[in-house]
């Protein structure tokens, strides 16, 4: 069983930048693909970005792509998203997400790929 806790999230004002961390323990980190999701008041959770087990391979929504980074450091069992010129419409609640696929070069895009989730990080950004 992996347990994820996110980090980072806050106020900024639009146009600045924001880093969330996810750190996770009770598994082999290197194992297991990542994902970031995101869920507004009255809206559903949504995919934001996607990264392959051991990196490499990414995926992004199209409403971040460009803006926001996913990476991981294996070594440290955290997985980033670095967020710049953000948006008010970016404001919600990120979440962190794992996906047990040793050996599967894939990022994975939809909910129900995922296993275990976060309890999420607040993001609010100012106009």
């Known amino acids: 069983q992996v347990q994820l806790v996110e980090s980072g999230g806050g106020l900024v004002q639009a146009g600045g930048s924001l880093r969330l961390s996810c750190t996770a323990s009770?598994?082999?980190?290197?194992?297991?693909?990542m994902g970031w999701f995101r869920q507004a008041p009255g809206k559903e959770r949504e995919f934001v970005a996607g990264?392959?087990?051991?990196?490499?391979?990414?995926s992004y929504a199209d409403s971040v792509k460009g803006r926001f980074t996913i990476s991981r450091d294996n070594a440290r069992n955290t997985v980033y998203l670095q967020m710049n010129s953000l948006k008010p419409e970016d404001a919600a609640v990120y979440y962190c997400?794992?996906?047990?696929?040793?050996?599967?070069?894939?990022?994975?895009?939809?909910?129900?790929?995922?296993?275990?989730w976060g309890q999420g990080t607040q993001v609010t950004v100012s106009s």
């Open positions: 009770g598994g082999t980190f290197s194992s297991y693909a």
């Open positions: 990264i392959a087990w051991r990196g490499g391979s990414t």
């Open positions: 997400a794992a996906r047990y696929t040793p050996g599967v070069f894939d990022a994975w895009r939809l909910k129900d790929d995922y296993h275990y």
